[in-house]
């Protein structure tokens, strides 16, 4: 299983930034995806998940009202638009696919790739 984040990117705090996430190697509707976010010295963060259909989100709270995840099941890419971005949003961002257990903890994820780089600058 595949799953190539990209998008990140250096930024000034404020703007914004797409990334996006093209699964292969798996049956990616059948998966619930996730976003999480590692800084450096920090673990691994949860910070947005949607549902195989699209049609459910959680958003951690500092991603919340800033940050929109996504998906196309026919692309098999998830994404994460991320809005008004802050200098502690700095972080490697990965995407991974759940299918059971906690949607905030790491270790439910069957499937991570690597991750992209976003770095935020004041």
Not at 28 to 43: D, H, T
Not at 71 to 84: G, P
Request: proline share 2%; glycine share 14%; charged share 15%.
């Amino acid at each position: 299983v595949q799953l190539p984040a990209s998008g990140g990117g250096l930024v000034q705090a404020g703007g914004s930034l797409r990334l996006s996430c093209a699964a292969s190697g798996c049956t990616f509707g059948s998966y619930a995806m996730g976003w999480f976010c590692q800084a450096p010295g920090k673990e691994r963060e949860f910070v947005a998940r949607i549902s195989w259909s699209g049609g459910s989100t959680l958003y951690a709270d500092s991603a919340k009202g800033r940050f929109t995840i996504s998906r196309d099941n026919v692309k098999k890419t998830v994404y994460l638009q991320m809005n008004s971005l802050k200098p502690g949003d700095t972080a490697v961002y990965y995407c991974a696919a759940h299918q059971g257990g906690s949607v905030y903890n790491a270790l439910s994820y069957d499937y991570w790739g690597q991750g992209t780089l976003v770095t935020v600058s004041s």
